[in-house]
């Protein structure tokens, strides 16, 4: 398995200092953020360390230059915006971008992390009707391309930090449902042990049973806090924070041996949304670094 990181929380360093500072500190690889930033509606824009809708020749051999040049390799081209938005415009925006960004991948030679989103106003089974129609189409564009799409399981439950909707793609018994409704080898998981843990869904015995979906994987951590839990049950909310890889109750000796047991040979990539973390960019560069020493304990090599 390789090392890396994801840049989302870097929207102020250039893609060069971001690989020049992941060299450094003994990182392999770099997933990339690639959202659009020319959105009107300010949500769903984000970080773009690589431009996907206008990347020519010119500019990939650049990236490709500046890669070999440090030493890293891209693990995944990440945009996670709601491709089942309500609003239909927001949603057509969402999967104009994913296809690029798709044709990106394959220039590049990488994969494509994202969202399936979902429309928060219909029922799981009509949610499923409509990832069906609207990602049947995307992940055809893909296979054409011969470029892997990695979905990433968290709920996305906040309507203040992700408007629209909740990520249908939130447990395994979803991810069948998903997966055999879209049987592709070129559609799997980016899979997220922290958005496991707090709904009590066994991290571990998942890695086993969708061994052969696991894409590409993050690692960020949750810490519980058992005392809330018990007051306000699972419905209340605010009794999980988002946490640096290895300061919270994930078992990463536990995971990741499962992923060795199961062969996976991706990259771990680690996300950093811990808000202790978030003082300045500085702050940032050292979560992400204490997460790599951390976790990096239980890497084999």
């Known amino acids: 398995m390789k090392l890396g990181f994801l840049t989302a929380a870097l ?10 500072w992941g060299s450094e500190k003994g990182f392999q690889t770099i ?6 930033t020319s959105y009107e ?3 769903y824009a984000g970080t773009q360390h690589i431009d996907t809708a206008n990347l020519d020749d010119e500019r990939v051999s650049k990236i490709n230059s500046l890669l070999n040049k440090y030493n890293m390799e891209i693990s995944s081209l990440a945009y996670y915006p709601n491709p089942l938005d309500p609003d239909s415009e927001v949603r057509k925006q ?7 960004v798709i044709s990106a991948a394959d220039k590049l030679n990488t994969m494509v992390g994202t969202f399936v989103g979902r429309d928060e106003t219909k029922s799981l089974d009509e949610s499923l009707d409509e990832y069906e129609k609207v ?14 799409i990695a979905i990433e399981n968290c709920p996305m439950l906040y309507r203040d930090r992700w408007p629209g909707g909740n990520n249908l793609a939130y447990s395994p018994e979803v991810w069948d449902k998903m997966f055999n409704r879209i049987d592709s080898d070129y559609l799997g998981l980016n899979f997220d042990p922290s958005h496991l ?17 696991i894409f590409h994987t993050h690692a ?8 809330a839990l018990g007051r306000k049950g699972i419905y209340g909310f605010g009794f999980y924070k988002d946490k640096i890889a290895g300061l919270g109750d994930i078992n990463w000796k536990k995971y990741l041996g499962a992923l060795y047991e199961v062969g996976y040979d991706g990259v ?12 300045d960019q500085q702050n940032i560069l050292d979560g992400i670094y204490l997460a790599k020493k951390l976790v990096s304990r239980y890497f084999v090599g």
């Open 11 to 20: 929207p102020n360093m250039s893609f060069e200092d971001l690989l020049k």
């Open 94 to 100: 969402a999967a104009d971008h994913l296809k690029n």
């Open 41 to 43: 509606d300010r949500r």
């Open 135 to 148: 990602f049947t189409d995307i992940v055809k564009y893909a296979e054409d391309k011969k470029v892997k």
């Open 197 to 213: 843990i707090w709904q009590q869904i066994d991290y571990v015995q998942a890695v086993f049973e969708f061994q052969d979906k």
């Open 220 to 227: 960020k951590d949750t810490e519980i806090d058992w005392e």
């Open 31 to 36: 997933e990339v953020a690639t959202w659009p």
């Open 268 to 279: 771990v990539s680690v996300e950093h949304e811990d808000r202790s973390w978030e003082s």
